[in-house]
């Protein structure tokens, strides 16, 4: 079992232990298992709060040691996300939390990548979860939530990640970088994998890589700026792992909507202290773009984006598909109508 600990991890873990505490602990419990930050973790970490005898694991405590040593008997685990799993594998977890639980401790079941199972798994699994043995907790992760069925996630507490602060990462970084590197370059190589953490470490000394992942960010900007064809882009789409690639794409936008949502909101604080010195109360927004391409526009292409990353594990042709889609967005940007607007660089 991994033991690694994540700051990024801490809030969510500290909502599981309060509801512990003040005995709300709900039968099943979902996350959003993101690329890049660890979350595999996060599934053992709930695990140890709810067995170890002081609520707080503890890494000292008898369930604590079993849970290091990967042999808890109230454990189980399926990682639907590496291996193949299906309805026989959720009938067999099934059956075995209805079993008697030891050390008068819950019995639980950690699945990861619930998404990924067939719809046939996923009913499997709700029946056990619609009426849940005495005792017996779920842990769920899921990278996309709109594979589940609804009827599942009607039945589960949805857990929240805390937002990821910048200087928890690079404080981090600082801590776990194999070589001595300056804080400038932490932060830049930070800055360059959108502040996801084992992502940036991944990079820290990978000239290489930083090299390659500067040239995507840059003609995905050309992309977005009309410079670059969506024909052109697609030929860059890794063959192996497109989805990987989308989520970059996917990050790359919404970092850029917040980007021009905060300035949209500067420039729209400045007019309004502009009427107030002329005693002008006519009301307008200005709204911030980047190379003519508006917020609405952005949020158009992420979620392009998104359907794209939703049609990646089909078998549609995907590079067809991708061209489709990000050409009618690009002429789409350039004839959609502006509105008032301040230009930013």
Avoid at 89 to 101: A, G, P, Y
Wanted: some cysteine; glycine content about 2%.
């Amino acid at each position: 079992m991994m033991t690694d600990k994540y700051p990024w991890h801490d809030k969510l873990l500290q909502h599981v232990q309060e509801q512990q505490r003040e005995g709300h602990q709900p039968h099943a419990m979902l996350f959003r298992w993101r690329l890049d930050y660890g979350d595999s973790v996060l599934g053992w970490r709930i695990a140890e709060y709810l067995l170890c005898d002081k609520q707080c694991a503890c890494e000292q405590c008898k369930h604590c040691r079993l849970l290091a040593e990967n042999t808890h008997p109230n454990l189980l685990f399926l990682d639907v996300m590496n291996d193949k799993v299906g309805i026989e594998q959720v009938r067999d977890i099934e059956q075995k939390m209805w079993q008697t639980s030891l050390f008068n401790k819950p019995k639980i079941a950690y699945i990861q990548g619930v998404d990924l199972l067939s719809s046939a798994a996923q009913n499997a699994l709700l029946k056990t979860l619609e009426e849940p043995p005495q005792d017996a907790l779920f842990i769920l992760s899921v990278q996309n939530i709109s594979r589940v069925l609804p009827t599942i996630m009607s039945r589960v507490q949805r857990l929240h990640h805390g937002k990821v602060e910048c200087d928890t990462v690079l404080h981090w970084l600082q801590q776990h970088s194999h070589t001595p590197i300056d804080q400038a370059t932490i932060t830049s190589t930070a800055k360059l994998a959108d502040f996801a953490p084992l992502r940036a470490l991944t990079l820290l000394g990978d000239d290489d890589a930083i090299r390659q992942l500067q040239k995507e960010k840059a003609q995905f900007a050309d992309f977005i700026a009309g410079k670059l064809s969506a024909t052109v882009l697609v030929s860059t789409l890794e063959k192996e792992q497109p989805q990987v690639q989308l989520a970059r794409f996917c990050r790359y936008t919404e970092n850029m909507i917040a980007v021009l949502f905060t300035r949209s909101l500067d420039n729209d604080d400045e007019a309004t202290d502009a009427r107030r010195a002329h005693s002008h109360r006519e009301k307008s927004v200005r709204y911030a773009t980047w190379k003519g391409v508006s917020l609405r526009s952005l949020y158009h292409l992420h979620d392009a984006l998104i359907s794209l990353r939703q049609l990646a594990d089909s078998n549609v042709n995907l590079q067809l598909q991708f061209i489709t889609c990000l050409t009618d967005w690009q002429k789409e940007r350039l004839l959609r109508p502006q509105p008032l607007i301040a230009q930013t660089t």
